[in-house]
């Protein structure tokens, strides 16, 4: 079996899970499934966007078919700390996670050397499965 006929059924049938997530009124879902359609066999390109069309005339109204189209695409963007990250398109957060979650921290009276703050670090990394550092 050669990659394109991989990529040709894969897509297919991401595109009946698409189907059955429009049957749905899943319009989200079947967007994003239609979207790794296009990445997967691109030599269906018109095929898919017939697919994308529909879906979104098929939205209940302007703002959520805006949505539906916005929701899908993504930036890279980087954080002051140097870290890149991806966001939603249209959300204009400038800060990574790392970089949120610190500031939290800091509005909430929390920092580094707290005693709350290690035994809470440390039962994440034990959570996730890692060596909790010392």
Known sequence: MTGSTISYRYATQLRDQARTA???HDYDRAFELICRCQETDPTRAGEWAEAMKAIIAAAPSQET?????????????????GTHFTRPHGNTS???????????LRQAGIHPDDPAHHQLTTHNQTARGRRPAP
Request: glycine content about 4%.
């Open 94 to 104: 400038t800060q990574c996670l790392n970089c949120q979650t610190r500031k939290r």
């Open 65 to 81: 078919a805006e949505t539906i189209k916005a929701g899908r695409r993504k930036d890279v963007i980087r954080c002051h700390c």
């Open 22 to 24: 429009y049957r749905q």
